[in-house]
């Protein structure tokens, strides 16, 4: 469906904008990363202590779980009105 | 003043005045009473309360000290912003069923033995069974009653171990149960039952969504907590609850990411937060237990909170599909706004109120040397972050427009949502206040420079991931569809079963009764044919052949004669 008409134009609506906004993310992204090359962070496990862990852990375990979910549609997935017939 | 008059009266009983009370009195009355509760929970010491004799038994109706108290507290909280949040609605029987729902889970809370507990436990069934039949939509009824099964079903399990324990232990007192005897495991399972445990959790899922808009605010605070604060009660340090707890954690996270209905979504991460206070609890160290209940607290106000933005979403937009919405937030950036405050608070980013109260049982996790355990609350930690933090807010109100245009939410609602938003920011900033109510003292330090830099990277890699899924088109489009979940087993399998069943029944009776029939005609239609002429009763005898068979008699006679 396309937006009415007469709606008003929003800073979200130009598709450049929202690429800024993804380019940014990449920039924050970096910046924490580059957090730990000044700070020793304190962990109660020594594994945790490596560089980068909790960027690459949520990085890897969010696209794990987005993959391993598409992959449990083919299972799960049933017409809306599955229950009903 | 002594404490002797159950607080849950005042809801209970309070409620019972709502539908003689005109329009205006009628919502202050309702806006009263949870206040009123309060201050009188504020102003009773510590202490067993409220003891009644009977049948040699002490029942204790008022059991206040801090667990019962920090319980208290957040369900009034949780029925004044729901009554808020609620506030609009014409139809009375919500209200009542609503605030006796309300009560009867304060009553638990402070019932002071199993039998009190029992009582309660039901009365909380059978009154918020009504906030799901009140949406009176097609499928309100059947899912009702396979909610209210599921509910009395624990109270059977809650009963019987009960009595068991009783004849076990002689007393009824509700502390410490443990696993040691088919008492604590009757037991387990009936609170496990209203904590969601793995296969036991369907009902959350199915029931939930299906309520209407304000009484799954309602819902979303009660029935589940309840049975955390029983398990925190009855069963801390219970090693098993770890295991069950990582699990809970962990496997609902796949569902909310393909399921499509937005409150469905948040009953999965129901499910997933509620796995990380069970892990707490099943740990039982003063940290676990303190970040157990603390989690509780904070998630009752920030899972109400995002059940309000969709609910405000569910009755303006006039659907809640992930596959239908989008771009909302033109139409109601106030209801955005709030959500988006919830879904900080769950995904815990610093200076919300899951920082300061997930940390503890990560933390009490770690101290106890559970790596495994640890990594999949971390893994959960990021996926929660995934699906209620970013999924939510993004399809709901931003994504691919959807043209929908509609009105802010009501008023009322968005008070509701507001008051919410606001101490979830709070607890977030000054947990302080919240780490006072705790059982145990608190030595604990959310803010250091270490778990602020941790967990920001970690969430802030899962939003990376999910906007590389997002623009590379590999992320799964949200789709009208089911997914089968453990429900299926009793909605499709054992249902398909009996069906099978009962068509085979009626097509072997189909059988044998055909064969019966065909037998029948054949033994009638041989009787027919001898009456007929050319039958045998009917045919002419020769006299010949009778003196024949006379004379055959007559001869046999003779010979056994001679040989006799």
Redesign the interface.
Known sequence: MTPPADSKKYWLDDPLNVSKLFKGLWIVCGLLIAIDLFLHRHEDFEFATVFGFHGAYGFFACVALVLAAKQLRRILMRDEDYYDR | MTGNFPVAFVLIFGAALIPFLPGLLRKAWMLALPVIAFAYLLAIPHGLHGQVELLGQTLTLMRVDKLSLLFGYIFLLAALLSVIYALHVDDTMQHVAGLVYAGSALGAVFAGDLMTLFLYWELTAVSSVLLVWARRGEHSAATGMRYVIWQLLSGMFLLAGALLHWRATGSLEFSHIGLSNTAGLLILIGFGIKSAFPFMHNWLMDAYPEATPTGTVFLSAFTTKLGIYALARGFAGTEELVWIGTLMAAFP???A??ENDLRRVLAYSMNNQLGFMVVGIGIGTELAINGAVAHAFADIIFKGLLFMSMGAVLLRAGTIKGSELG?L??SMPWTAGFCIVGAASISAFPLFSGFVTKSMIM?AA??EGM?FN?LVL??AS??VF?HAGIKIPYFAF?GH???I?CAEAPRNMLVAMAIAAALCIGIGVFPGALYALLPYAVDYVPY???HV?????????????????M?TG???PE???????SDWFY??AAFGFATSFREALAATRAGFTEILEVRRLAIADFLVRQRRPEGMLMRSWPTGSMALWVMVMLLANLVFYYLG
């Open positions: 996270i796949f569902y990411v393909i771009g937030y033109k933390s770690a101290l790596t640890w971390l893994f990021a996926g995934h931003f427009d959807s043209g245009r250091t420079a270490s830099v941790a967990q920001t990277q970690l969430l802030f890699f899962s939003a990376l991931a999910f906007a590389v899924l623009r590999i992320y799964p789709l009208r569809s089911v997914n089968l979940d909605r499709k």
